[in-house]
């Protein structure tokens, strides 16, 4: 086992990480920014070191001086996280490189699994279904065209590098596959160095279900069950649960051993994400595989009552995975909701400043991972989630109730919440009775210009609820909400 783990990230997932280094007896070392300098994880961590200024590509992202420290405090072993250098292979390979451990895949399954295309062909050679479309960039717009007009429209067109859905547009038609194929090019160069392209047919209404993996380097492999990550806003997940409640158990089994399939197609061990995309009729097709520890790792964990990150650390130093798949069972229904520092009334824009109260809910079946406190300043520098809540029952009916409960006991002052934007979309009829998909915020009126009525009523039912817990005034009036719509900050979100 390692004696010292430099964690290369910040936030609540760093604090995550850090907890889990101190229960297994390892020392925790932090790395923090300037803006960083009393974070939360900053404050945990056994030992904390400076890396750098505020932007995230000075400190964050600059992967010389992280290997740098952990050469200098001789750590055994990094871990990642999720975001910044978790899936960089060539950060991946320069901590191989180095002599020290990398708590996560091989940069050659990151390689592999990171280029749309690629791994597409790979998949569908290893009998995972993927949606119809290209295994190989498309090289110029009129091959484009022909290729979609034999897939049949409505298409997209992605960047095959891409991911948190950039490099991503919905084509209709020929027309406007002229009027965006450049356009698409171009967003791709910027955002990911790389401009190849590829299609996909668009899937109408598809609910977005991903499975949890393992593997060892013993080339033994479990899968954690489904999680449905269906709530989302452009892309960004918001609300996430597992068991699916659309998901029954003869889909269960074929869509988990397809997501093994996929992991061993790419030599994978640690822990990893195989992401499917789900039609009405439970088909499913394979989207991507996420090569690291997902946001909403604390379903799974909860479900199944095996601590992921643990697991991801004693697979890096070279045990064999603790348990088999025999060992694995479904014990309860699992919900987690993400806290945002963010103004649900000014385009779910990001809300920047200094915490004054920051107190969480507690109870049976409540946990919270945060990654803020009293005191914690919010930055423009990084993602704005300052905590997440998940909560566990013996049904769905009974966890909605009591994150419903939770929600309305968190007291977060000094800053803009989407505290009552939850609120509201854990109590729509709808999303109790799992009548959902992809667009359902949407389709619900939650993220529209012409926000319906009824949602801006249950949204500000929500925010007088959490003011009045507060004892402040809210500012939210329902002839306010319709400024809220689809026209998001640009950030990679997961």
Same mark, same amino acid.
């Given at each position: +086992?390692?004696?010292?783990?430099?964690?290369?990230?910040?936030?609540?997932?760093?604090?995550?990480?850090?907890? #889990?280094?101190?229960?297994?007896?390892?020392?925790?070392?932090?790395?923090? $920014?300037?803006?960083?300098? =009393?974070?939360?994880?900053?404050?945990?961590?056994?030992?904390?070191?400076?890396?750098?200024?505020?932007?995230?590509?000075?400190?964050?992202?600059?992967?010389?001086?992280?290997?740098?420290?952990?050469?200098?405090?001789?750590?055994?072993?990094?871990?990642?996280?999720?975001?910044?250098?978790?899936? &960089?292979?060539?950060?991946?390979?320069?901590?191989?490189?180095?002599?020290?451990?990398?708590?996560?895949?091989?940069?050659? $399954?990151?390689? /592999?699994?990171?280029?749309? =295309?690629?791994?597409?062909?790979?998949?569908?050679?290893?009998?995972?279904?993927?949606?119809?479309? =290209?295994?190989?960039?498309?090289?110029?717009?009129?091959?484009?065209?022909?290729?979609?007009?034999?897939?049949?429209?409505?298409?997209?067109?992605?960047?095959?590098?891409?991911?948190?859905?950039?490099? /991503?547009?919905?084509? &209709?038609?020929?027309?406007?596959?002229?009027?965006?194929?450049?356009?698409?090019?171009?967003?791709?160069?910027?955002?990911?160095?790389?401009?190849?392209?590829?299609?996909?047919?668009?899937?109408?209404?598809?609910?977005?279900?991903?499975?949890?993996?393992?593997?060892?380097?013993?080339?033994?492999?479990?899968?954690?069950?489904?999680?449905?990550?269906?709530? @989302?806003?452009?892309? @960004?997940?918001?609300?996430?649960?597992?068991?699916?409640?659309?998901?029954?158990?003869?889909?269960?089994?074929?869509? =988990?051993?397809?997501?093994?399939?996929?992991?061993?197609?790419?030599?994978?061990?640690? #822990?990893?994400?195989?992401?499917?995309? +789900?039609?009405?009729?439970?088909?499913?097709?394979?989207?991507?595989?996420?090569?690291?520890? @997902?946001?909403?790792?604390?379903?799974?964990?909860?479900?199944?009552?095996?601590?992921?990150?643990?697991?991801?650390?004693?697979?890096?130093?070279?045990?064999?995975?603790?348990?088999?798949?025999?060992?694995?069972?479904?014990?309860?229904?699992?919900?987690?909701?993400?806290?945002?520092?963010?103004?649900?009334?000014?385009?779910?824009?990001?809300?920047?400043? +200094?915490?004054?109260?920051? $107190?969480?809910?507690?109870?049976?079946?409540?946990?919270?991972?945060?990654?803020?406190?009293?005191?914690?300043?919010?930055?423009?520098?990084?993602?704005?989630?300052?905590?997440?809540?998940?909560?566990?029952?013996? $049904?769905?009916?009974?966890?909605?109730?009591?994150?419903?409960? #939770?929600?309305?006991?968190?007291?977060?002052?000094?800053?803009?919440?989407?505290?009552?934007?939850?609120?509201?979309?854990?109590?729509?009829?709808?999303?109790?009775?799992?009548?959902?998909?992809?667009?359902?915020?949407?389709?619900?009126?939650?993220?529209?210009?012409?926000?319906?009525?009824?949602? #801006?009523?249950?949204?500000?039912?929500?925010?007088?609820?959490?003011?009045?817990?507060?004892?402040?005034?809210? &500012?939210?009036?329902?002839?306010?909400?319709?400024?809220?719509?689809?026209?998001?900050?640009?950030?990679?979100?997961?």
């Amino acid at each position: +086992m390692f004696n010292k783990i430099l964690i290369a990230n910040r936030g609540e997932i760093a604090v995550r990480v850090i907890r #889990a280094c101190k229960e297994l007896g390892i020392t925790a070392a932090a790395v923090f $920014s300037d803006a960083d300098r =009393t974070a939360l994880h900053t404050i945990l961590a056994d030992e904390s070191y400076y890396i750098g200024p505020s932007q995230a590509s000075a400190s964050y992202l600059n992967k010389e001086k992280i290997i740098e420290v952990a050469k200098q405090i001789n750590a055994d072993a990094i871990h990642p996280g999720y975001g910044f250098l978790s899936e &960089n292979p060539d950060f991946i390979k320069l901590v191989e490189d180095s002599g020290i451990i990398f708590i996560g895949p091989s940069s050659a $399954s990151v390689k /592999m699994m990171g280029n749309k =295309t690629e791994a597409r062909a790979l998949m569908k050679m290893n009998n995972v279904p993927i949606v119809p479309g =290209t295994t190989k960039p498309i090289k110029n717009a009129e091959e484009g065209i022909q290729r979609s007009l034999e897939i049949g429209f409505p298409v997209l067109l992605k960047a095959s590098a891409g991911g948190g859905g950039k490099g /991503m547009r919905r084509i &209709n038609s020929k027309d406007e596959f002229i009027d965006n194929y450049d356009a698409v090019k171009r967003e791709s160069a910027k955002a990911f160095a790389n401009d190849d392209v590829y299609i996909e047919k668009l899937i109408v209404n598809p609910r977005h279900i991903e499975v949890q993996i393992l593997g060892d380097k013993f080339g033994n492999y479990v899968h954690l069950f489904e999680r449905e990550c269906s709530i @989302q806003r452009r892309h @960004q997940k918001i609300i996430e649960e597992a068991p699916s409640p659309f998901v029954d158990d003869v889909t269960r089994d074929n869509i =988990t051993r397809s997501a093994l399939n996929a992991a061993k197609a790419c030599s994978y061990y640690n #822990a990893g994400t195989i992401e499917f995309l +789900m039609d009405s009729e439970k088909n499913f097709y394979f989207l991507e595989m996420n090569t690291r520890i @997902q946001v909403e790792h604390p379903v799974t964990e909860m479900i199944t009552s095996r601590d992921l990150v643990k697991e991801q650390i004693r697979i890096a130093s070279g045990e064999k995975l603790s348990f088999t798949q025999n060992d694995l069972n479904i014990h309860c229904h699992a919900i987690e909701v993400r806290i945002y520092a963010e103004d649900p009334e000014n385009n779910f824009l990001p809300s920047t400043g +200094m915490i004054g109260n920051y $107190s969480e809910p507690s109870g049976f079946g409540v946990r919270v991972d945060p990654g803020a406190c009293s005191g914690s300043t919010v930055t423009m520098f990084y993602d704005p989630i300052l905590s997440k809540l998940i909560c566990w029952d013996s $049904s769905r009916e009974n966890v909605i109730k009591k994150a419903l409960r #939770a929600l309305s006991e968190f007291n977060i002052t000094g800053i803009n919440t989407n505290l009552a934007f939850l609120i509201s979309v854990l109590n729509n009829k709808n999303f109790i009775e799992g009548n959902f998909d992809i667009n359902f915020l949407e389709r619900e009126g939650f993220l529209l210009s012409n926000l319906t009525n009824q949602s #801006a009523n249950e949204l500000h039912r929500a925010a007088t609820i959490v003011a009045g817990i507060l004892k402040l005034k809210t &500012n939210v009036v329902p002839e306010k909400l319709p400024k809220i719509h689809n026209d998001w900050l640009s950030q990679n979100y997961e």
